[in-house]
């Protein structure tokens, strides 16, 4: 079974940064993506950003230019860095990686950017 743990959330000011990082554990055969959902209070979760196996990278509208996802496979651990983070982008960040089987979600780490 395949474990994500998310980790590095907290509380910023708006304008700082922050990092998440996930770390990936358990049987996994082959990853066909992996990226970072988030959910702010009283919305719907919505996609930040994703990483291909092969590197490619990309990101939603909202985040795009401040938010850089990355991988370090060694460590088997994803980060996602956030600069220039605004009031709205507060939420729970959460792991997600897809193979051919299944889309496993982590526990989430919740961020918030104060104004």
């Known amino acids: 079974q395949v474990h994500l743990v998310e980790s590095g959330g907290g509380l910023v000011q708006a304008g700082g940064s922050l990092r998440v990082s996930c770390v990936v554990s358990g049987s996994i055969f082959s990853i066909n993506a992996m990226g970072w959902w988030r959910q702010a209070p009283g919305k719907q979760r919505e996609w930040v950003a994703a990483i291909t196996e092969g590197g490619r990278t990309d990101y939603a509208d909202s985040v795009k230019g401040r938010f850089t996802i990355s991988r370090d496979n060694a460590k088997n651990t994803m980060y996602l860095q956030m600069n220039s983070l605004k009031p709205e982008d507060t939420g729970v960040y959460y792991c997600?990686?897809?193979?051919?089987?299944?889309?496993?979600w982590g526990q989430g780490t919740q961020v918030t950017v104060s104004s």
């Open positions: 997600v990686l897809s193979n051919s089987r299944n889309t496993f």
